[in-house]
């Protein structure tokens, strides 16, 4: 569901009144920042964020999602903000490691939508070093008491629809932490040749692999039957 960003208080009421009509997930931004919002660190969002690991709606974020995206020149063409539009995503989930929001709310779970998964293994090993080696100045440990990889296993779910590469990294990405998509009616996803494009990406894994991200992964997070 939709909600008024530009209250926090409005947004939880919305978010509850269709929580409590079976709605399970709820639009927010990726990097609010880029819509002239409150940051993760200020403290605005911390009602919100209770309220819907209460609740138990996951808080979903499509990718592109702060409305600004990564741009590397004016006169560059479409393909490059296009190929790099991941960096919306990498942004965003470095915040909420470091911000201290999924240490506060540990029953908080955040879904990242069409923004693939190869590139989370090494965002994990590059959060997990500097958490460590450049703890001394860089504010790693300010809000972040574990390593930053802790709060994503247990608490962050991507999703991708053409994504090779992540499929053989899906060991260091977390087996229960991905979704298939299909990105319907997206020009960029695999409709109407899913069912294919599923069984090319992820087929050759075994039956109970296959089935938590083609679905039993999503049944869990949303609490669906």
């Known amino acids: 569901c939709l909600v008024p960003l530009w209250d926090v208080d409005l947004a939880i009421d919305e978010m509850r009144r269709n929580a409590a009509r079976g709605v399970r997930a709820v639009a927010f931004s990726e990097l609010p920042t880029f819509l002239d919002l409150p940051s993760l ?3 605005y969002w911390e009602p ?3 309220a819907c690991a209460e609740t138990g709606t996951a808080v979903a974020m499509h990718i592109g999602s702060g ?3 990564p741009q590397t020149s004016p ?4 393909a490059v903000p296009a190929t790099i539009i991941f960096g919306n995503s990498v942004a965003s989930m470095t915040d909420y490691m470091y911000s201290g929001v999924l240490h506060r709310h540990p029953e908080l779970k955040l879904l990242y ?3 693939q998964i190869g590139w989370i293994p090494y965002l994990l090993e590059r959060a997990d070093d500097v958490w460590d080696t450049h703890r001394g100045w860089s504010g790693s440990r300010d809000h972040c008491p574990e390593p930053p990889s802790t709060y994503y296993h247990r608490q962050i779910h991507s999703c991708f629809f053409k994504d090779a590469v992540g499929v053989g990294l899906l060991e260091q990405v977390g087996e229960d932490n991905v979704m298939f998509e299909t990105d ?3 020009q960029d996803g695999t409709w109407p040749h899913s069912k294919r494009a599923a069984a090319e ?3 050759h894994l075994g039956e109970t692999l296959v089935a ?3 679905r039993g992964n999503a049944i869990r997070l949303l609490g669906l039957d």
């Open 41 to 43: 660190y200020s403290g």
């Open 48 to 50: 919100f964020f209770a």
């Open 67 to 69: 409305t600004r995206t």
């Open 75 to 78: 006169d560059a063409p479409s």
């Open 113 to 115: 939508a069409e923004a």
């Open 184 to 186: 319907y009616p997206h």
């Open 201 to 203: 990406q992820f087929g």
């Open 212 to 214: 938590k991200i083609a």
